[in-house]
């Protein structure tokens, strides 16, 4: 066949469909028991193929662009007419579950893995139509998803259909009746959060956050186990998915009833502990950001006696040895923040917190007494072998220590200053309650 030709039945086949679209979206009486086998076969003929390789070996989601399906123009008409086959208000799903049938949507699921969006995006609505109008497909659909996220997270770690995937099990979930049965549990725990640990989460992230959510939303016992299985997978080295899981703890955190609250904030606020000292700025800010989310405030000032003495020393460290400016001044307000929450508690741990640094800061001294005693002594036996050339050795050993001491001493000079801010405050305070001074 010639170039032209083909031009030509590439049109007459895209007029064509046009026509179908438009008469099933207009016509009554068009969708008769005949019709429902010749539409499956003409669809399947035309979505179900073998997915051309990516261009690239090494193809990246986040980084290269993806490779668009050339027959779009054609498949997007077939697409557009099944959707509206399947919201046909004459549509049977008596009659056509004889032709949709498991076989066909392994294949519609497999597509999936099409690396052209706009094909994803008709096949999430496609698959969700199916989803709602044919009972008896529900589950072996969802066992489907479950193995291609299984064989995503253990084997393969590459499959591009993920979030719309996702997206679709969120409004899957939404749906469930309480209380929910075991395989629902089991999905969540064995299968969405494992997903957290593949490279490209930042890809389908927010679809799984909306996921997990739901999944509180519908029974809260499975707070737990869900930030248990967070805490178990975060991330150790890479600090853009460390802010994600900090942003998904927020909204978990958003939802959570006080009680499950209980049940977690030890091993939680450990973690966020760390987040806060973390050298990276962007962490660090997004873990104190929790403090200005008035619901998270109020369980932090409910447990105020679980949750100070966890934070109190990393803060105080930060404030003092943090690079980043705006993360000092952040970390400033927090302690603000646990001095207006529980007074007596934060005196405490100020008090028992300086008297420790005191009480290192003094067997630091002592052991540095101890070594430069043995070191004179050392420099004396040594002068009286080797003289001159170790001289300068020996000096330069003993002005280190004394840098170090000095070094010690400025950052406890710093330190006293701090608590003299935190003190001022404190005092400030009181006045204003008192009347004193006006607010």
């Known amino acids: 066949?010639?170039?032209?030709?083909?031009?030509?039945?590439?049109?007459?086949?895209?007029?064509?469909?046009?026509?179908?679209?438009?008469?099933?979206?207009?016509?009554?009486?068009?969708?008769?028991?005949?019709?429902?086998?010749?539409?499956?076969?003409?669809?399947?003929?035309?979505?179900?193929?073998?997915?051309?390789?990516?261009?690239?070996?090494?193809?990246?989601?986040?980084?290269?662009?993806?490779?668009?399906?050339?027959?779009?123009?054609?498949?997007?008409?077939?697409?557009?007419?099944?959707?509206?086959?399947?919201?046909?208000?004459?549509?049977?799903?008596?009659?056509?579950?004889?032709?949709?049938?498991?076989?066909?949507?392994?294949?519609?699921?497999e597509l999936f893995d099409s690396e052209d969006p706009r094909e994803r995006d008709y096949l999430k609505t496609v698959l969700h139509r199916i989803y709602g109008k044919f009972l008896g497909l529900r589950a072996f659909i969802r066992k489907q998803i479950n193995n291609i996220f299984l064989r995503f997270v253990y084997e393969t770690e590459h499959f591009n259909g993920v979030a719309e995937?996702?997206?679709?099990?969120?409004?899957?979930?939404?749906?469930?009746?309480?209380?929910?049965?075991?395989?629902?549990?089991?999905?969540?725990?064995?299968?969405?959060?494992?997903?957290?640990?593949?490279?490209?989460?930042s890809l389908f992230h927010a679809q799984l956050a909306y996921c997990i959510v739901q999944f509180l939303e519908k029974d809260p016992s499975l707070t737990e186990p869900v930030i248990r299985g967070l805490m178990k997978f975060w991330p150790k080295t890479c600090s853009q998915k460390e802010v994600m899981f900090l942003g998904e703890l927020e909204e978990i955190l958003d939802v959570i009833e006080p009680s499950q609250f209980v049940k977690i904030q030890e091993p939680l606020f450990k973690q966020i502990a760390k987040c806060v000292s973390s050298p990276h700025?962007?962490?660090?800010?997004?873990?104190?950001?929790?403090?200005?989310?008035?619901?998270?405030?109020?369980?932090?000032?409910?447990?105020?006696?679980?949750?100070?003495?966890?934070?109190?020393?990393?803060?105080?460290?930060?404030?003092?040895?943090?690079?980043?400016?705006?993360?000092?001044?952040?970390?400033?307000?927090v302690l603000k923040a646990f001095m207006e929450m529980n007074s007596a508690m934060f005196d405490e741990l100020t008090a028992t917190y300086k008297s420790d640094r005191q009480r290192l800061s003094k067997a630091a001294g002592e052991t540095n007494e101890e070594t430069s005693g043995t070191l004179g002594s050392l420099r004396l036996g040594e002068s009286r072998v080797f003289c001159e050339p170790r001289g300068s050795h020996k000096q330069s050993e003993g002005y280190c220590m004394s840098s170090n001491l000095v070094s010690e001493k400025k950052k406890e000079k710093e330190r006293e200053e701090l608590w003299k801010k935190l003190e001022d405050l404190e005092l400030k305070r009181g006045l204003r309650r008192d009347g004193i001074i006006p607010t």
């Open 281 to 333: 700025f962007q962490v660090a800010e997004r873990a104190l950001y929790y403090w200005n989310n008035e619901y998270i405030m109020s369980l932090i000032e409910e447990n105020s006696n679980v949750i100070l003495p966890i934070m109190f020393s990393s803060l105080y460290r930060i404030s003092k040895e943090h690079w980043n400016p705006a993360i000092v001044a952040l970390v400033y307000n």
């Open 1 to 109: 066949m010639d170039t032209l030709s083909d031009l030509k039945m590439k049109e007459y086949k895209r007029s064509t469909l046009n026509e179908l679209v438009d008469y099933i979206t207009i016509s009554r009486g068009c969708l008769t028991e005949q019709t429902y086998p010749e539409v499956v076969r003409m669809v399947s003929c035309n979505i179900f193929r073998t997915l051309p390789p990516s261009d690239s070996n090494e193809f990246d989601p986040e980084e290269d662009e993806p490779t668009l399906e050339a027959s779009w123009p054609h498949l997007q008409l077939v697409y557009e007419f099944f959707i509206r086959f399947l919201e046909s208000q004459e549509f049977q799903p008596s009659i056509a579950k004889k032709y949709i049938d498991q076989k066909f949507v392994l294949q519609l699921l």
């Open 165 to 201: 995937l996702l997206e679709i099990l969120g409004s899957i979930i939404n749906g469930f009746a309480l209380p929910l049965k075991a395989e629902h549990k089991q999905f969540l725990v064995k299968v969405l959060i494992p997903l957290h640990t593949v490279r490209s989460l």
